[in-house]
């Protein structure tokens, strides 16, 4: 496996979604960037994510034999026991890195955040195992990304505030409509457009963020707008219309945590939640996002 093959694979153009994910779970359960613990978390959990990403082409390899016989495995370039082994040991890593993060600095929290990883690492094996004819698969996806949230937090606090838990499922709303596109984007048409409501939720809850702290509204105006353009495409559906929209939204969900972060008062940590968005854009130009 070469480097190209890894970042294919790995679909590492959407990383910064992950770290901006991090950076509010840490924030919200009251961290800071100066906390030692946000590089052995932003590592761990980026861990978690490529290593997802791998099993997903392994578990789907029988698939996109058929639909996508481009794809790393099915072309021959990797095989799918070498992709496995390698998605499989970055869960365990990523799991030994949260345990760090519980019990090698004060206050310990202990087994919360391995408790949290160990729970990740099921819902990414599950979701990969089972989700093309799952009708469920959009939410098991959405409890990944709330996972990333909790890990996150747990690992510098043994109770999470309810404005964690708030904005989690925030954001598993979004990612039940992102996650709906996605599933049907080998198809390029999408057969029902009621799982996209959810997608409604992040900018009501952007609203009341908003009224409370009027810096929220920029990041809502941007995530808002962007995520018209997105719909745009999925209505239209001319060829390539869905796989675009489906990176769109994927990009977007950097926008909504800046939009949480900007709303709880980190206005610093939701300026790099706007970069992270911009960073996500500009990977995906070069490595596919899907």
């Keep these: 496996m070469n480097l190209s093959i890894a970042l294919r694979l790995g679909r590492v153009s959407n990383l910064p979604t992950i770290w901006t994910n991090v950076f509010t779970g840490l924030a919200l359960a009251g961290g800071s960037v100066a906390d030692p613990r946000l590089a052995i978390l932003l590592a761990a959990l980026s861990l978690f994510y490529i290593g997802g990403m791998f099993l997903n082409d392994a578990f789907d390899s029988g698939f996109d034999a058929k639909a996508r016989p481009e794809r790393p495995i099915p072309s021959g370039q990797v095989s799918a026991a070498q992709v496995y082994g390698i998605g499989f040991g970055m869960l365990a890593v990523g799991l030994a890195l949260l345990a760090w993060t519980g019990y090698g600095y004060e206050p310990y929290t202990g087994w919360r955040p391995v408790a949290s990883g160990l729970a990740l690492a ?112 999925l209505r239209r559906r001319s060829k390539g219309d ?49």
Excluded at 173 to 182: M, P, Q, R, S, V
Excluded at 246 to 268: E, F, N, Q
């Design 122 to 233: 099921a819902a990414i094996v599950f979701y990969n195992w089972h989700h093309k004819e799952n009708p469920l698969s959009p939410l098991v996806m959405g409890l990944c990304r709330m996972l990333v949230y909790l890990s996150a937090a747990f690992a510098v606090t043994a109770v999470l505030p309810k404005e964690l838990y708030v904005a989690a499922a925030v954001l598993l709303c979004y990612l039940i409509g992102l996650t709906y596109a996605a599933k049907k984007e080998h198809l390029g048409t999408l057969d029902n457009f009621w799982p996209l409501a959810f997608l409604a939720v992040p900018v009501i809850y952007g609203v009341v963020l908003s009224l409370q702290q009027p810096l929220a509204a920029l990041p809502l105006v941007v995530f808002a707008g962007w995520m018209l353009f997105a719909l745009k495409l």
């Design 242 to 290: 869905v796989p675009r929209a489906v990176v769109s939204l994927i990009a977007g969900i950097a926008l909504l945590d800046a939009i949480i972060l900007a709303g709880s008062g980190h206005d610093v940590l939701a300026l790099g939640a706007f970069v992270a968005f911009g960073l996500t854009l500009a990977f995906q130009r070069w490595i596919p996002g899907t």
